[in-house]
């Protein structure tokens, strides 16, 4: 069955330092997604891409994060510098279009000391 | 705005009984309704959705949800709970015709032996 892989799965990053997550689709999935999960929380999406375009990156702070889809593939997410409170799952999903579900990863758990 | 309520923290069940997860949403237009189950330090995992058509709809491991348009509901049931229930449970809303899925704060579920 085809799945969403996310890579790493774990990271301990220090604070001020960068720190990278990469996650590949389920193939012919347009739709991309990056959820943010504080432990015990729901899933807050971060940025959503529509093929290689990003179609909302309303909650994204911008000032550290940034998310590249180039090919309109595979996808990378990027913190620069990490905060403490950056400390999450990054969740990644793909959907194949309207009406159908997301499905995720299992997700990177970061740890910011 | 799309908004999804969990009002339980947490549900307690013995095993054998069943269960009730409860889920209420607001959106503009038609609904699309989504659970998904997530076991600790994993992903989430897709249980069932609703798009159209019967307002009960069937799922992975016995699950089971009910939508209700006039109270604006999409309850999460199962007729017998097993101790393997146990688990963190989002309830998520997509108006159609958009891509973004919104998530509940999710619902503890634990199931006593």
């Known amino acids: 069955e085809a799945e969403v892989a996310q890579s790493p799965r774990y990271k301990i990053t220090e604070k001020s330092q960068a720190v990278a997550f990469w996650c590949d689709p389920i193939s012919g999935h347009a739709t991309l997604y990056w959820y943010r999960q504080i432990l015990g929380q729901g899933p807050e999406l971060l940025v959503q891409?529509?093929?290689?375009?990003?179609?909302?990156d309303s909650q994204l702070p911008k000032d550290r994060f940034s998310a590249e889809r180039l090919k309109g593939v595979d996808s990378t997410l990027k913190i620069q510098p990490a905060e403490l409170g950056d400390s999450a799952m990054y969740l990644c999903?793909?959907?194949f279009g309207d009406g159908t579900e997301a499905f995720f990863g299992q997700g990177t758990r970061l740890t910011v000391v | 705005a799309q908004s999804v309520a969990q009002p339980e923290d947490q549900v307690n069940v013995a095993e054998g009984n069943p269960l009730t997860v409860k889920c209420t949403y607001s959106?503009?237009?038609?609904?699309?309704l989504f659970w998904y189950v997530q076991y600790p330090n994993r992903g989430l995992q897709f249980l069932l959705k609703y798009i159209t058509g019967d307002n009960l709809v069937k799922g992975s491991y016995g699950f089971e949800a009910e939508f209700n348009k006039s109270q604006t509901s999409f309850h999460l049931k199962k007729p017998s709970a097993l101790v393997s229930d146990s688990a963190l449970y989002f309830c998520?809303?997509?108006?159609?015709?958009?891509?973004?899925?919104?998530f509940g704060t999710g619902t503890r579920l634990k199931v006593l032996a």
């Open positions: 959106v503009s237009g038609n609904p699309y």
């Open positions: 998520a809303v997509k108006a159609s015709g958009t891509y973004k899925y919104i």
């Open positions: 891409f529509q093929d290689e375009s990003v179609v909302d």
């Open positions: 999903a793909s959907s």
